[in-house]
């Protein structure tokens, strides 16, 4: 007996770009093929070692991203002046 084609849903997402929203649906059928759907627009089929690929591009622009956000904070936290709160060494509850 032949195997059957399969597809198997993985998720769906909302995906939020400068100028639409796309909903991004992942799907992988038994023929070792995923397919992600961003809405009606625009499909890619790919395989096991591409995804490897996307997701090792993806993950590499997240870490560049985040690194970029804890940069600004750095230099935003540099610019701002620090609370000077005086607590007299000669109260107990100050130490």
């Known amino acids: 007996m032949a195997n059957k084609y399969v597809i198997t849903n993985i998720g769906k997402a ?3 770009t400068e100028s639409d929203r796309y909903d991004v649906t992942v799907d992988v059928d038994s023929l070792g093929v995923a397919t992600v759907n961003f809405g ?3 499909s890619l089929k790919i395989g ?3 995804i490897e690929i996307l997701e090792n591009m993806l993950n590499a622009a997240r870490r560049h991203l985040e690194d970029q956000a804890i940069d ?4 935003v936290a540099r610019n701002q002046p620090l ?3 005086y607590k007299s060494p000669d109260k107990p509850e100050n130490w």
């Open 14 to 16: 909302g995906i939020v």
């Open 40 to 42: 009606s627009s625009f």
């Open 48 to 50: 096991y070692n591409d």
């Open 72 to 75: 600004q904070a750095g230099t």
């Open 83 to 85: 609370p000077f709160i």
